[in-house]
């Protein structure tokens, strides 16, 4: 991905929505939007937030409990609530934790609003679930970045590849597709994976005692496999931070990529940068700077665009164009890509989830980008 793409993504997003959104009447319609608190994905919320303070008329946004596994039906009540209303033509779900197939399911058959567009993004549900109660779903391709941060171990040359997950997590289908991509591939370099436990952060924990358990466990983990290149996996959002704070200190341990790939996906939080939403490629900058004073550069990766941030904005333009019939009914996929290309300043190509036994979605939209080299843009 070019490193101009980053550039002009902020105007894009301002100015392409704009055009989208804004008429010389009232819109006669609502979007509204679900996502997580900051805590679980400050991006989401900035995206969210953004939205609503430039089209107060039209967006509505709410936010589903941090222990989402644990109140499913709160997070479900909320959902009915954006339905009840009847301006309501769309709903954004990023990231769609579980009770998403469950609100959509009612809102389109018990409550009959067929009419309103619903859209999940990061899906925590199995695909065949979500996808036949969901319009349009939205993913990053999980599969592919189980490959890719196997080939970055290996072109780091590291020996040992360590996964983080829970029980939970390893649930999800495509969460267990990624981490047997990752290990087929890691070990066909001859890298030894390993799985590794860590707590579940809606668990009895919570989220610092899980972040506590990853910061206390890489210095461990080191000492095992001490004098050898470790890199290092977790499928959680909110232990990134923990995982970036150990590593950066660890002059042979390596991060490839947050579980959802992008310049802000903890990264700012855990080394006290700013988060300049509205400047990727400076954010990029920034963090190429802190690795580099940190002798990490060249230990570190991610995408170079904040995805989840690009569903929110993409769904939002998309949302908008459905509630004013502007789309070949709810799935219109090259709109949808235009969408994306607004949002983001670079055409991207949206690909469909196959399953294991060769089971196509094709409202089950897969996001890929490729990896970038902090080295590229230190000043």
Same mark, same amino acid.
């Given at each position: 991905?070019?490193?101009?793409?980053?550039?002009?993504?902020?105007?894009?997003?301002?100015l392409?929505?704009?055009?989208?959104?804004?008429?010389?009447?009232?819109?006669?319609?609502?979007?509204?939007?679900?996502?997580?608190?900051?805590?679980?994905?400050?991006?989401?919320?900035?995206?969210?937030?953004?939205?609503?303070?430039?089209?107060?008329?039209?967006?509505v946004?709410?936010t589903?409990?941090?222990n989402?596994s644990?109140?499913?039906?709160?997070?479900?009540?909320?959902?009915?609530?954006?339905?009840?209303?009847?301006?309501?033509?769309?709903?954004?779900?990023?990231?769609?934790?579980?009770?998403?197939?469950?609100?959509?399911?009612?809102?389109a058959?018990?409550?009959?609003?067929?009419?309103?567009?619903?859209?999940?993004?990061?899906?925590?549900e199995?695909?065949?679930?979500?996808?036949?109660?969901?319009?349009?779903?939205?993913?990053?391709?999980?599969?592919?970045?189980?490959?890719?941060?196997?080939d970055l171990?290996?072109?780091?040359?590291?020996?040992?590849?360590?996964?983080?997950?829970?029980?939970r997590?390893?649930?999800?289908?495509?969460?267990v597709?990624?981490?047997? +991509?990752?290990?087929? &591939?890691?070990?066909?370099?001859?890298?030894?994976?390993? *799985?590794?436990?860590?707590? $579940?952060? =809606? %668990?009895?924990?919570?989220?610092?005692?899980?972040?506590?358990?990853?910061?206390?466990?890489?210095?461990?983990?080191?000492?095992?496999?001490?004098?050898?290149?470790?890199?290092?996996?977790?499928?959680?959002?909110?232990?990134?931070?923990?995982?970036?704070?150990?590593?950066?200190?660890?002059?042979?341990?390596?991060?490839?990529?947050?579980?959802?790939?992008?310049p802000?996906?903890?990264?700012?939080?855990?080394?006290?940068l700013?988060?300049?939403?509205?400047?990727?490629?400076?954010?990029?900058?920034?963090?190429?700077?802190?690795?580099?004073?940190?002798?990490?550069?060249?230990?570190f990766?991610?995408?170079s665009?904040?995805?989840?941030?690009?569903?929110?904005?993409?769904?939002?333009?998309?949302?908008?164009?459905y +509630?004013?019939?502007? &789309?070949?009914?709810?799935?219109d996929?090259?709109?949808? *890509?235009?969408?994306?290309a $607004?949002? =983001? %300043?670079?055409?991207?190509?949206?690909?469909?989830?196959?399953?294991?036994?060769?089971?196509?979605?094709?409202?089950?939209?897969?996001?890929?980008l490729?990896?970038?080299?902090?080295?590229?843009y230190?000043?």
């Amino acid at each position: 991905m070019k490193k101009l793409v980053a550039l002009f993504m902020a105007l894009v997003m301002v100015l392409g929505l704009a055009n989208i959104a804004l008429a010389d009447d009232a819109p006669a319609y609502k979007i509204a939007i679900m996502t997580g608190t900051t805590s679980q994905g400050e991006e989401e919320v900035y995206a969210a937030t953004s939205l609503q303070k430039e089209f107060p008329d039209i967006v509505v946004h709410d936010t589903y409990p941090d222990n989402f596994s644990s109140e499913v039906e709160t997070t479900i009540s909320k959902l009915i609530a954006f339905a009840s209303d009847p301006d309501v033509k769309a709903i954004i779900f990023v990231q769609a934790v579980q009770g998403a197939t469950a609100a959509f399911t009612q809102i389109a058959n018990e409550m009959g609003r067929d009419d309103i567009l619903l859209i999940a993004g990061v899906p925590a549900e199995d695909p065949a679930d979500i996808s036949a109660a969901t319009d349009i779903v939205l993913a990053n391709d999980e599969i592919g970045c189980g490959y890719q941060v196997a080939d970055l171990a290996n072109i780091w040359e590291c020996d040992v590849l360590v996964h983080y997950s829970f029980a939970r997590h390893l649930s999800y289908e495509t969460i267990v597709a990624k981490r047997d +991509a990752m290990k087929a &591939t890691a070990e066909s370099y001859g890298i030894e994976f390993i *799985e590794r436990d860590c707590p $579940d952060p =809606t %668990g009895d924990a919570g989220m610092s005692g899980a972040q506590a358990a990853v910061l206390e466990d890489i210095p461990k983990v080191m000492q095992e496999y001490a004098g050898k290149k470790v890199c290092f996996y977790c499928t959680n959002c909110g232990l990134q931070v923990a995982l970036q704070q150990a590593i950066v200190n660890e002059p042979n341990a390596y991060y490839a990529l947050p579980c959802c790939p992008s310049p802000y996906h903890g990264f700012q939080e855990a080394f006290g940068l700013t988060a300049t939403y509205g400047d990727v490629e400076g954010a990029i900058k920034n963090l190429a700077n802190y690795l580099n004073e940190h002798n990490a550069v060249d230990r570190f990766s991610t995408w170079s665009l904040p995805v989840n941030m690009s569903m929110i904005n993409a769904g939002f333009e998309y949302a908008c164009l459905y +509630a004013q019939g502007q &789309t070949d009914g709810k799935v219109d996929l090259a709109v949808l *890509e235009q969408c994306f290309a $607004d949002a =983001t %300043g670079s055409e991207i190509e949206l690909g469909t989830y196959v399953d294991a036994d060769g089971n196509e979605y094709d409202n089950y939209l897969l996001i890929a980008l490729e990896p970038i080299d902090f080295a590229d843009y230190l000043n």
